[in-house]
């Protein structure tokens, strides 16, 4: 596992663009971590670095949004998922392996997790603006 301290929404979206390096295109990202932990200033960051560089938002209400840089990216939203028939609902399983998947609130989809899912861990740090990122599925950034 890689640990890493994020002490800025630009530092954590350069956690991302190194991440995004690693990458090879059909990876699932699993995001783990409450409100305001960064997970979608991480993905803007991780867009960026397989190349789409327009807007990033969280697809709270659209529950997915695709983004088409050097490599497709789905970004879903799974914090209201609480049944296989929610997900299912979402489209999830037509997405594997058509791209690069980034899902937020994975704690509510854990049992349907690829086991290769690159796993990060957001927590609070030491005051507002530090995150500790917990990495699982990568050597190094």
Known sequence: MIRIVSESAEETERIGERLAAKLKGNEVIALFG????GKTAFTRG???GLGFSNGVSSPTFALVNEYRGNVNIYHFDMYRVQSWDDLYSTGFFDYID???LVIEWS???EGALPDNALRLTIKRGN?????IFEIEGVDSL
């Open 34 to 37: 409450g409100l305001g932990m």
């Open 46 to 48: 991780l867009a960026r």
């Open 127 to 131: 005051h507002d603006n530090q995150r």
């Open 107 to 109: 704690e509510n989809i």
């Open 98 to 100: 058509n791209g690069v």
